[in-house]
């Protein structure tokens, strides 16, 4: 039987062979620690996993400061592509690194599905 990190490795592939846009996929923990991870081996865990923890802790509290509701996703537009992040649960957020010429609206459709599946894992 697979471990709940086996798991949520299992749906970050899923989430890069159904959206071909995504190049990177992570599962970090509101500390900052990576839960699991579908990265590619020149991209470093424990950069990824403190950043996104720095953005989401950032944005929600931008969003609660300038009455914005509850934080949704943060994403940040590159000359290289785009960083997104949506919050899986209230335990974890789900980072993915997309391609420039992505298609946002499917990417966030299915980053969403994938951060419910993976709140019901953590």
Known sequence: MATRTELMINRLKELQASTPDVEASAVVSVDGLIIASALPADVEEDRVSAM???MLSLGE?????LRRGTLEQIFVRG????VIL???GEDAVLTA???PDAKLGLIFLDMRRAA???ARLV
Do not use: L, T
């Open 52 to 54: 996104s923890a720095a």
């Open 61 to 65: 509290r931008i969003a609660g400061e």
């Open 79 to 82: 000359d290289h592509g785009y």
């Open 86 to 88: 949506m919050a899986a």
């Open 97 to 99: 690194m997309a391609r």
């Open 116 to 118: 419910q599946d993976i």
